[in-house]
């Protein structure tokens, strides 16, 4: 009896372990030169990024919708993850002020934040139906912004494109 449970518990245990996330979890290196951007500045692949908190309970609710959505996703398409309260200096370079914040990111688009609903089917089909290419371009960001910006005009602009209309 108790040889079968320990086998019942080995495969149990493979099982879990052969499904591995799909989530990146990303940190500044990896957009500096790592898995995001190569160290010649060029974007690697096409990345769908979910900025967070742990301790919001709206990022705690996409956590298993974030999964699914990368299994959704792969291999066509990069999902990441970044912990604001680990990498607090990558979300303020990238304007993130709520939790949680999704960009898409293309090297022929730039960025965009997804401003739709949380769901697995509707991430999913915003990224798989190209929902992103019908942004206003007001509304992408290009790499170049980024890179450019100073820390003030960053923090600045952050704050004018709040929903309140800024200080």
Not at 33 to 53: A, C, P, T
Not at 69 to 87: E, F, R, Y
């Amino acid at each position: 009896m108790k040889i079968g449970f320990l086998l019942l518990l080995a495969l149990i245990s493979t099982l879990v372990s052969a499904q591995e996330s799909k989530v990146a979890i990303l940190e500044e290196m990896d957009f500096v030169h790592g898995r995001v951007f190569h160290r010649d500045g060029k974007l690697q692949g096409k990345w769908f990024i979910n900025y967070h908190s742990p301790w919001c309970p709206h990022s705690k609710r996409l956590v298993p919708v974030w999964e699914q959505v990368a299994n959704s996703l792969a291999p066509d398409v990069n999902v990441g993850s970044v912990d604001c309260s680990k990498h607090h200096d990558l979300c303020i370079f990238y304007g993130i002020w709520a939790y949680p914040t999704i960009y898409f990111t293309e090297s022929d688009l730039g960025v965009v934040k997804y401003e739709g609903v949380r769901s697995q089917l509707e991430l999913t089909n915003y990224v798989k139906n190209q929902g992103y290419l019908s942004v206003p371009k007001d509304k992408v960001n290009s790499f170049e912004k980024y890179r450019n910006e100073t820390w003030t005009e960053r923090i600045t602009n952050m704050f004018r494109d709040t929903p309140s209309g800024g200080v």
